[in-house]
């Protein structure tokens, strides 16, 4: 779904960067060719466009692009090539990411000036969490993923020789890369075992959550979008057709917004399992007896399932937190249970909301369902995605079922 226009008193449509103060006063927010963040204002929109108009022609007009700094020219790579064929969640992320871990680091370097050592040196302090900062190594893939599409388009546009991100991760991956690790079937039925068993209703309340999403691989966001009207009680169906993520405002506050799924493969149709209804209707009886608010609206969308207690959808930070909150606190019994009977504790892992989508494809692929048909449930949007966990489950259940050889008799 496309995001709401922000308008003037007027009615008038706002373009990217303006701003319409409380006084009457319009702000024009840019990057200019240093990559540093600069401000205009007047009295009118119209007096506003055109000082846009002629920050635009002394930033493009006869710019010597060997001197302009990796900021700016990412930003301009994201405005001219990327701003509209991006989802906005998606336009802003980038942002956010580039902002966050690159902006005041190699960000600030003229581009002809970065070498490879540099980007290297960004990403090993990262990795060791050097100035307070660590990140693990999908983060930074993701990073490198924006940096070497700049990189790619500086090359292309002449601006430099070599694009220093080219295979760099390379570098990092070979001791560090770790294969998403999905929960057995012990381990799953014990986080959820716990939680049933909880006394404590902060954690007893989101039951059916978890149910759900180790039931239906669902992507966070497009669990917490659900609204009951998705869910089709007779036809043993669920439709996901939408996501939910924060978006930025300008006065840096964060509010939920409703889009279209990842992909267009990600609108589809998930089998209602029969554990997973009976939690939907657990989570239905839940909402009326807690007398939770059912008409907050998000973008024309309202009925929520998965919600506060005001109404307004869960946050994926918070799932992500109380899953912490929880395997913490069922190791630490499990350690106790363990001293007392005299054997090895049997850990949960760590894991986030994501890692529940991936133990569900991973229990579809050892109950050998047609891969085909794994992808569709799943959304991918490319089956490679999808082979390569089946492919990871086949070879495991082959090393198991190899054990059954030393039976055999030769002589």
Known sequence: MARKKRKDNKGRILKQGEYQRSNGMYRYK???MSGQEKVIYSKSLIELREKEEEIKRLKFE???YSNISLNAWFYEYMESCKKEK???QTYTRYCQYWDWY???KVGKMKIKDIKRMNIIKMYTDYLNGKNGIK?????LKYINNLLNSAFSYAVANDIILKNPCTNIMNEFCKDNQKNKIALTQKQQQQFINYIANSTDTRIKVYEPLFIVALGTGLRIGELLALTWNDVDFKKNIISVSKTIYYQPQQDRKRVQKISTPKTKNAVRTVPLLPEVKKALKKQKKQQFKLSIPRNVEIDGHSNFIFTTMNGTPYISDAINAVIKRIVKGRNAKEVER???ERREPEL??????HIMRHTFCTRMCENDLNVKTIQMIMGHGDITTTMNIYTHVTEEKKQLEMHKLYNIKIS
């Open 30 to 32: 840019f990057i200019d």
């Open 62 to 64: 006869g710019v010597n």
């Open 86 to 88: 991006l989802k906005d």
């Open 102 to 104: 690159v902006k005041d």
């Open 135 to 139: 990140l693990s190594i999908g983060t």
């Open 338 to 340: 363990a001293k007392a």
């Open 348 to 353: 949960i892992p760590n894991f986030t909301a």
